[in-house]
């Protein structure tokens, strides 16, 4: 085994990807559209202000309610259709129903909340959406 050599340089750990990420990359693993780092969340489901790595004003963008409604469509439709057949079919008492989907309900939101912001922030930052102005 040989020690690694001192004068060799070594590649920052933070250097940015020369591509940017996939629509679908960007959205599961949080990355930032510009440079494909994962600076994209400060927390679970909030932004952060800013790319850590090549500084793009993560504030500016602005999803709005679209994933919450995204998420009300389709996730509630999934889990009432669940629960409509799992009644139907085995027909269970209403607090294991509710002990299946409410965390089910809680974690889908979670989970599924933070890939559609992403999803939303990623295509506004490739198609140059900005808000609405009128020119004066
Ligand atoms: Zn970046």
């Known amino acids: 085994m040989?020690?690694?050599?001192?004068?060799?340089?070594?590649?920052?750990?933070?250097?940015?990807?020369?591509?940017?990420?996939?629509?679908v990359e960007a959205s599961l693993?949080?990355?930032?559209?510009?440079?494909?780092s994962p600076t994209l969340f400060n927390g679970?489901?909030?932004?952060?202000d800013?790319?850590?790595v090549c500084g793009l004003?993560?504030?500016?963008?602005?999803?709005?309610?679209g994933p919450a409604a995204f998420?009300?469509?389709?996730?509630?439709?999934?889990?009432?259709g669940l629960a409509i057949w799992l009644q139907l079919?085995?027909?269970?008492?209403?607090?294991?129903?509710?002990?299946?989907w409410i965390p089910v309900t809680l974690g889908g939101t979670m989970w599924s909340l933070r890939i559609t912001k992403a999803a939303l922030l990623v295509s506004e930052y490739r198609n140059a959406a900005r808000e609405g102005r009128i020119a004066p």
């Open 2 to 23: 040989t020690a690694p050599d001192p004068v060799a340089p070594t590649p920052p750990s933070s250097t940015p990807p020369t591509t940017p990420p996939s629509l």
């Open 71 to 80: 998420l009300i469509l389709i996730l509630g439709a999934i889990v009432v």
């Open 89 to 100: 079919t085995l027909a269970p008492p209403f607090w294991l129903q509710a002990l299946i």
């Open 50 to 52: 800013r790319c850590r």
């Open 57 to 65: 004003d993560i504030a500016g963008f602005n999803v709005g309610d």
């Open 29 to 36: 693993k949080g990355l930032c559209p510009r440079c494909g």
């Open 44 to 48: 679970w489901t909030a932004f952060a």
